[in-house]
């Protein structure tokens, strides 16, 4: 486990707030990847945090590991470095959400078993049955492009998704695609952040055409 200093501390804390800074055992343990330990696991509250956070981590070469419902921190190339752990539970809403259109837009905190509860009511859904659906983020899922069964009927995540906002490790805040279904601005930049494990940036909100 790496070490961060007191005054790298004292600047998340300032960003987030002293409660949203954990640096308890049982926090820490809770987040390892790859037999890697954080030294802090920090929960912002929107994307600015966020970006603040990775410009900091930046200028200070601290390794960033991004999670939420730490379902899928054991996939993926090992990290060479693990400082912190920017555990995106707090962003949990749904943003936006269009029944009528057939859209939605949502955080990447939200457990994609409460989202669903949200969507039966309108009997809508997404076609996301992933494993450890109580526990798994939407974040996650779109990060790793978790695969369902649904998908041989429904396609899979980058077949649905209509756009996405993230920031980037320079902590810049950028955004691909849109929030309606016939989008043909631009390039599908969004794709490539589905299935990245939050190498090429910090997924903030995901757009979805509901079925």
Not at 51 to 63: N, P
Not at 95 to 110: H, I, K, N, R, S
Not at 169 to 175: F, L, R, V
Request: proline content about 5%; some cysteine.
């Amino acid at each position: 486990m790496s070490q961060l200093t007191q005054i790298s501390l004292a600047r998340l804390e300032e960003i987030v707030g002293a409660a949203h800074v954990r640096t308890a055992p049982e926090d820490l343990a809770s987040r390892q990847a790859d037999g890697l330990l954080p030294s802090a696991v920090v929960q912002p509250a929107d994307s600015a945090q966020i970006a603040e956070i990775l410009r900091f981590a930046g200028a200070e070469k601290l390794g960033v590991i991004p999670c939420g419902g730490c379902t899928k921190l054991a996939i993926g190339s090992p990290a060479s470095r693990y400082d912190v752990a920017l555990d995106l539970s707090r962003l949990n809403r749904v943003l936006a959400y269009d029944p009528q259109d057939l859209t939605l837009g949502v955080e990447p905190g939200m457990r994609i078993a409460d989202l669903l509860r949200v969507l039966v009511e309108q009997k809508q859904f997404l076609p996301l049955a992933v494993p450890f659906s109580e526990r798994a983020t939407i974040g996650g899922i779109v990060s790793a492009n978790s695969s369902s069964p649904l998908c041989h009927a429904y396609g899979g995540v980058r077949d649905f998704c209509l756009g996405i906002e993230f920031v980037t490790g320079k902590g810049i805040q950028a955004k691909s695609g849109g929030r309606v279904v016939k989008n043909v601005t631009g390039y599908d930049l969004h794709k490539l952040l589905i299935g990245s494990l939050g190498t090429l940036g910090i997924i903030t909100r995901v757009n979805f055409r509901t079925f």
